[in-house]
């Protein structure tokens, strides 16, 4: 298995919502990460979790939560959002944190705030 | 921060053309990744490049790892209708975060 799963590929939410992201890998890789792609732009970092613990945090703001319940899987729990925040957010993981090796992003979840 | 300006912002060819894109930096990098990412799709990787003067070919693509590793280029030869896309150049240098260039979209014209 040389992907990287993410579901739902779509959502709508209202503000008022509450509403999770997942992404899974199952390629034994130990860091994974959050973008935001606004269109036409290059994605934008978000988190990263390295060996299961939140590592980078990009000053997102706390309607965006993070959750690594275990090495192959990551959520992104959406509270309160706001119509800006609509974009395409991709998941990827890489074989070590941060290293050298390419990173696998999965197919995103296009994010539409109502 | 890190910035890799990517050029041409975009690009109009005729089928069968060859492709040239590149990627420069005022910063080294020991790391060069190009993607390309298809309309409400993730990033898919084409080539990576590990070492400076290093040059990958993947079927049509080929890349290089420019010699004072704060460059790189992308070809792609003899373009056919699925080439359309965008383009990004990506770099790593250490334990820094992964820095995307600002993207190149190829489009075929009829």
Not at chain 1, 55 to 66: A, G, K, L, M, Y
Request: proline content about 6%; glycine content about 8%.
């Amino acid at each position: 298995d040389t992907e990287v799963t993410q579901t739902p590929k779509h959502l709508v939410m209202g503000m008022t919502n509450k509403k999770s992201l997942k992404c899974e890998q199952h390629m034994g890789h130990r860091a994974m990460y959050w973008y935001k792609q606004k269109a036409k732009k290059p994605p934008e970092l978000m988190f990263v979790y390295s060996y299961e613990k939140l590592s980078i945090n990009e000053s997102v703001p706390s309607r965006f939560s993070p959750e690594c319940p275990n090495s192959s899987l990551l959520n992104l729990h959406l509270h309160a959002l706001q119509p800006e925040d609509s974009a395409l957010y991709l998941c990827a993981s890489s074989q070590e944190p941060l290293g050298q090796g390419g990173y696998t992003f999965g197919s995103g979840t296009r994010l539409t705030v109502v | 921060g890190q910035q890799l300006n990517q050029s041409p912002q975009s690009m109009f060819i005729q089928e069968g053309e060859d492709v040239s894109m590149n990627c420069t930096s005022s910063s080294i990098f020991n790391t060069w990744l190009w993607y390309k990412q298809d309309p409400g799709e993730g990033p898919v990787l084409l080539i990576a490049l590990y070492k400076a003067g290093e040059l990958t070919s993947n079927g049509r693509l080929t890349a290089q790892f420019g010699i004072t590793r704060k460059d790189s280029f992308l070809n792609i030869s003899a373009s056919i209708p699925s080439d359309v896309g965008i383009y990004f150049c990506a770099a790593l240098f250490g334990n820094e975060k992964l820095t995307f260039g600002t993207g190149t979209r190829l489009t075929i014209i009829p």
